[in-house]
């Protein structure tokens, strides 16, 4: 069966990471923790590891990463779609806001126009 540091490499490299940029990522000040993972046979994360991990990585599923059960990544869920809809949401608002400011002369002197007829 592979191992927790396997399946932690095999995601580190799907990520297209370091173990250096990895580390980073985790705010970690020395790849000293995650380095000695891939050195010793049969070394495993300790649970604050796999605690920074989980809350930096969404995307990783935790029990694939523990057991090897499932797939590596979480599939997309409504959550992901919510928030996606949310920015699109608030993008579209802060367009039409700039567009009234933009016309807000023009109305501004349709108006002055219209009180001196």
């Known amino acids: 069966m592979e191992s927790i540091a396997s399946r932690l490499k095999n995601f580190i490299q799907h990520k297209q990471l370091s173990t250096s940029a990895f580390t980073r990522i985790l705010e970690y000040k020395s790849c000293e923790k995650i ?14 590891i796999i605690a920074d991990i989980a809350n930096r990585f ?6 694939w990463l523990l057991t090897g059960e499932g797939d ?5 869920t409504t959550n992901t779609f919510a928030i996606s809809a949310d920015i699109l949401r ?17 109305i501004t002197h349709r108006l002055s126009l219209a009180h001196n007829i």
């Not at 590596?72 to 997309?76: H, K």
């Not at 608030?90 to 023009?106: G, K």
């Open 35 to 48: 380095a000695r993972l891939f050195r010793s046979e049969g070394a495993k994360p300790s649970v604050d």
């Open 58 to 63: 969404a995307d990783l599923n935790i029990r």
């Open 90 to 106: 608030s993008e579209a608002l802060e367009s039409l806001l700039l567009q009234s400011r933009m016309e807000e002369p023009d």
């Open 72 to 76: 590596m990544l979480e599939p997309l």
